[in-house]
């Protein structure tokens, strides 16, 4: 009776660690069996040590999974049936079959996208007869006619950026594995290795790990490989394949042999783990470089204009076409832009959604250049939400206008963005009249840490020349708490910002506007021992972050903004410091 004991302790400690959500934020999937006991290769550091998903398979949770039906790929070939796949005894089973002549496997496609993190499989592979390609690995679904899950608005219509292989192994050496990256972004890269003396015939587990220009590949939780890659990123699907390989016919002119009855790989668990990463951007395809203009990549030829990585709504509230791939050498980076417009009255909405990103604070910024005659435009951040369908009602500390000043490319943030389920999604919207454009580049997400700085007038850092200045909170828009007002010349108010490190920081005020307000207001900006002045009307643009210029500021508390009042009345709120 002691062994039924000490097990049912044990299922229970899992239990209490995996069931409900863990400290990621993030529910996971079909945990019943014991074997996917967290666990990272020694050699990785600063990962959650509990990962942020986790499926065993105590079944297949289609809202989880796709599958692809009658798939044969170009390089694999072979074919896929969704009825091959299957999930008993806590274990994934995918079939290897003749059947009516054919030889037939299956595969799994995740309907959730992962991105920066380490990835890791537990698998038992066939290896009785040759012709069976069985692999795990990350990569962007696109617009197949294979898969079983029509794409709607919750997956990126075209996502297929970059592919890593975790292992590829062949049925007749499995021995041998393969773990490869490929990409077509900005140009052609393809990188194989190959690890011998590892059997995966029996339970083996291999991983990766997917950080900013490296990968790390892993076999049983020793580290066997690496490689820098000119940097492409974007959030992809996990895969799981066992595909049959008729293009190995040549080699067996009696045949490829039949399967062994019972033929099937085996999958334990996947797991994903992800960590929190200072200077790294989140978002896929941040600044639309990655796209179907490339030379050689006519497959979607009919789709040239189309955002890779991004969501262009097709619900019936928004305008086909209103959000296309603009060349313009005027931008912030290389070439291509997003433009928001049309050439009658439309509303569109593109948006990416984030999963399984680390909980905690993050700052959202991005370059706008709106037309003289501008749309109703904002950049939108939605916490803890994937989204689909129309856009929801947001406050305003979620959403950044677009079109504040037209003609000029401008940069737009949203701080404090607070995420506590590993959800975030990313939204561009626009509502205008015929030829009214936006364009949009350089969008960027990243943690706050050591990133970004801000002072409100409630907080520490702030401070005012007397006591003249009043408290309010009659007009909406304000950062915190409430502003502070005071009318007529002769006062100062400042704001001194606790600087990280030393470096390139954009520099962004919030007032709330109104009539009665100051409309030429000097700001003294003293950066790293250089005076700078600018001037703000706060008679509008109210209720958002303006920018007031970049500036290099030293590490520490040298650095300081300062208002300085004039006639009518003066506003004093809040000051955000983004480091570039």
């Not at 990272?40 to 959650?48: A, D, F, H, I």
């Not at 974007?234 to 049959?244: H, M, R, V």
């Not at 417009?341 to 706008?368: D, F, M």
Request: proline share 6%; with cysteine; aromatic share 12%.
């Amino acid at each position: 009776m002691l062994w039924i004991l000490l097990l049912s302790i044990v299922v229970s400690c899992k239990k209490e660690l995996y069931d409900g959500v863990n400290p990621n934020g993030i529910k996971k999937q079909g945990l019943s069996n014991l074997s996917a006991t967290p666990g990272l290769p020694s050699s990785l550091s600063g990962y959650n040590v509990v990962p942020a998903y986790v499926d065993e398979f105590n079944s297949i949770n289609n809202s989880e999974w796709m599958y692809r039906n009658g798939y044969a790929g170009n390089s694999i070939g072979g074919g896929s049936k969704p009825s091959l796949v299957t999930a008993h005894n806590d274990t994934l089973h995918i079939a290897y079959k003749k059947i009516a002549d054919t030889l037939d496997g299956g595969d799994l496609l995740s309907k959730h996208l992962f991105g920066y993190g380490y990835y890791t499989i537990k698998a038992k592979l066939y290896n009785a007869t040759a012709g069976l390609h069985q692999s795990f690995w990350s990569i962007g679904v696109d617009d197949s006619p294979y898969y079983t899950t029509p794409q709607t608005d919750s997956l990126p219509y075209f996502n297929n950026i970059q592919e890593i292989d975790g292992f590829e192994v062949e049925s007749e050496t499995t021995n041998i594995i393969g773990q490869n990256f490929h990409t077509g972004y900005p140009t052609k890269v393809d990188y194989a290795h190959s690890t011998s003396g590892h059997n995966t015939a029996v339970w083996f587990t291999a991983g990766f790990e997917w950080v900013p220009g490296k990968i790390r590949y892993y076999i049983n939780g020793a580290k066997v490989d690496s490689l820098s890659y000119q940097q492409t990123y974007s959030p992809a699907s996990i895969l799981i394949t066992a595909l049959p390989r008729p293009n190995i016919v040549s080699r067996y002119p009696n045949g490829i042999p039949d399967p062994s009855p019972g033929a099937e790989m085996l999958v334990d668990y996947v797991q994903y783990y992800n960590k929190e990463m200072d200077n790294v951007n989140l978002i896929g395809n941040a600044s639309f470089e990655y796209n179907n203009q490339f030379a050689g990549h006519t497959k979607y030829s009919s789709f040239v204009n189309h955002p890779l990585s991004w969501i262009v709504s097709p619900n019936i509230t928004y305008t086909v076409g209103a959000s296309q791939l603009h060349a313009d050498v005027s931008g912030t980076d290389t070439l291509w832009r997003l433009q928001l417009g049309s050439s009658g009255a439309y509303q569109t909405l593109t948006h990416q959604n984030l999963e399984y990103i680390p909980n905690g604070y993050y700052t959202l910024t991005a370059h706008v250049k709106a037309s003289t005659s501008a749309p109703v435009a904002s950049l939108q951040a939605l916490p803890n939400t994937f989204l689909t369908g129309t856009l929801p009602s947001l406050p305003d500390s979620l959403k950044a206008n677009m079109a504040l000043t037209p003609n000029q490319w401008t940069p737009i943030v949203i701080p404090n963005i607070h995420v506590t389920n590993g959800n975030l999604s990313v939204a561009l919207y626009a509502n205008g009249l015929a030829n009214q454009t936006v364009l949009i580049d350089s969008l960027d997400l990243e943690n706050v840490n050591n990133h970004q700085v801000l002072v409100d007038n409630s907080g520490s850092g702030f401070t005012t020349s007397d006591t003249s200045w009043i408290s309010y909170t009659s007009v909406p828009g304000f950062y915190g708490s409430n502003y502070l007002a005071v009318p007529g010349a002769g006062h100062w108010a400042q704001w001194t910002p606790n600087i990280p490190s030393t470096g390139s920081y954009n520099v962004y005020m919030r007032w709330t506007a109104n009539s009665n307000r100051s409309s030429a207001i000097p700001i003294t900006i003293y950066a790293s021992g250089n005076t700078s002045t600018v001037t703000i009307n706060q008679q509008i643009k109210g209720a958002a972050w303006v920018y007031l210029g970049t500036y290099n500021m030293s590490g520490g508390t040298s650095n300081y903004v300062k208002l300085n009042t004039t006639a009518n009345w003066n506003v004093a709120d809040a000051v955000l410091f983004v480091k570039n």
